[in-house]
C-alpha cells in the first residue's frame, strides 16, 4: 500500500517557478493556503525581496506520475547566515503566515505513507539549519508531515476578529464602551476641524505615492523597519499596485484638508482582511489618533462589504486586544543537516527560552 502511494506522485526540488501560472493558480484556489502563497505575492517575493537578501531560490514541487498535475508546492529559499547554510520558508521579515500549498488528497496520501514523506525530505537541497516560519497553530501538522519534527512555539501570537453584520451591533460586543466613545469623539473632533475622508485607493500612482508616504511616515519611530529599505518599499508597491485590480491588495488613505492624515496598507483574501502597514503623521494629527480611526472605519467598511474577518496579523500589540480579537500561538519547525547546524539549533532554542522566560518574568 506505502510504495504504490508513494508511486502515484513524481517529486523534483526545482529552481525556479512560474507562481502566476494556471496550474498554480489552480492549486492554491484549491488548497487552504493563506494569503502570503497567493500568485501576485511570491511572484513579487522572488522577484524583489529573495534576491536583495542573497536568497537563492528552491520551489519543492510534487507532481501526479500519470499526468503531470501539479499537487503540492513548497516555496523556500536557501542563503548563508553566520556561516551557515539556512534553509527557509519565504519569509524575510515580509510573510506572516507559511504553509505548504497541497491538494486535500495530498496530504491525505502524506499521511497515510511515511514513504511518501521521505521521498520530500529526501529532495530537499544540502543544509546546516532548516527553519520554517512563522506557522498558525492549525498548519503545523502540515510542517510535522513535511519535515518529521515538532513544532517550537516562537512566543507570540497572531491576532484576529470575527467580523459580522451590522457593523453597530459587533462594534458594541467587541469593543468597550471607553473605546467606542473616544474614538466617535475623536472623529468628530476630526470632522469639526478638518473637511477629512477616508478613502480606499486604486489608482496606481496614488498607490505609489501613498505607500511611499508611509514609509516616511514611519521613518524612525520602528526598530530596523523593513520598509525604509528601497526594495521592500518596492516589494509593497509592487503587490499593492498589482492586486488592486484582483482584490488581493488593499491601500486606504485618511485626509484632512487634502493632507494625508494615515495611509494603511493590507491584503485581502477569502472575507479577510490581513492588516500589515500603517503611518500616521503624529506630529500634526495625533491628538486624533488617526490609527484607531483607521482601523475602525476600514473594520466598519470591509463588514458591510461581506467581509468575515480582519486580522492584525503576528504580534502582541496591546491596541489589537482592544478590538475584539483572539490569539493564535505561533510557531517554527527547526531541523539540523550538519553539526555546525546542531549546534546553532540549540542556540536558537535557548534564546527563545530565554525570551520567554523574561516576557514571563515581566507580566
Avoid at 94 to 117: H, K, T
Wanted: aromatic share 12%; with cysteine; glycine share 8%.
Amino acid at each position: 500500500m506505502s510504495s504504490t502511494i508513494s508511486a502515484k506522485y513524481s517529486i523534483e526540488l526545482a529552481p525556479g517557478f512560474a507562481f502566476k501560472s494556471d496550474e498554480y493558480s489552480d492549486l492554491v484556489d484549491a488548497s487552504d493556503a493563506h494569503v502570503y502563497q497567493q500568485p501576485i505575492w511570491l511572484d513579487a517575493f522572488y522577484r524583489i525581496i529573495a534576491p536583495n537578501r542573497g536568497a537563492r531560490p528552491h520551489f519543492l514541487v510534487a507532481r501526479r506520475q500519470d499526468d503531470g498535475v501539479l499537487q503540492f508546492v513548497l516555496p523556500l529559499i536557501l542563503r548563508r547566515k553566520f556561516g551557515l547554510r539556512l534553509l527557509e520558508t519565504a519569509d524575510l521579515g515580509v510573510s506572516d503566515y507559511a504553509v505548504p500549498v497541497g491538494l486535500p488528497a495530498f496530504w491525505q496520501d502524506l499521511e497515510r505513507d511515511p514513504a511518501l514523506r521521505r521521498k520530500l525530505v529526501k529532495a530537499l537541497p544540502r543544509f546546516d539549519l532548516l527553519r520554517m516560519r512563522p506557522v498558525r497553530e492549525e498548519d503545523c501538522r502540515k510542517f510535522m508531515l513535511v519535515t518529521g519534527t515538532d513544532p517550537i512555539p516562537l512566543g507570540f501570537s497572531s491576532h484576529a476578529s470575527v467580523l459580522w453584520k451590522p457593523y453597530d451591533e459587533w462594534r458594541k460586543s467587541a469593543l468597550n464602551g471607553s473605546l467606542r466613545k473616544m474614538i466617535d469623539r475623536k472623529m468628530r473632533k476630526l470632522h469639526r476641524d478638518h473637511s477629512a475622508s477616508l478613502k480606499e485607493l486604486h489608482d496606481p500612482d496614488e498607490i505609489q505615492r501613498a505607500l511611499t508616504r508611509l514609509a516616511s511616515l514611519r521613518a524612525g519611530r520602528f526598530n530596523k523597519d523593513p520598509i525604509q529599505q528601497e526594495f521592500v518599499l518596492s516589494f509593497y508597491i509592487d503587490v499593492a499596485q498589482q492586486g488592486v485590480s484582483t482584490g488581493l491588495a488593499s491601500t486606504w488613505l485618511l485626509e484632512a484638508d487634502g493632507k494625508e492624515v494615515g495611509i494603511l496598507f493590507g491584503v485581502t483574501l477569502k472575507g479577510r482582511f490581513y492588516y500589515l502597514l500603517i503611518g500616521c503623521d503624529y506630529d500634526n494629527f495625533g491628538q486624533y489618533s488617526p490609527g484607531l480611526l483607521m482601523y475602525d472605519g476600514i473594520m466598519e467598511n470591509w463588514t458591510e462589504r461581506g467581509g468575515s474577518g480582519f486580522d492584525f496579523t503576528i504580534g502582541d500589540e496591546a491596541f489589537k486586544r482592544k478590538f475584539g480579537t483572539a490569539a493564535t500561538t505561533i510557531y517554527m519547525f527547526l531541523s539540523a543537516g550538519s553539526l555546525i547546524g546542531r549546534m546553532a539549533g540549540r542556540v536558537v532554542v535557548w534564546r527563545l527560552n530565554k525570551r520567554r522566560e523574561l516576557l514571563e518574568e515581566g507580566q
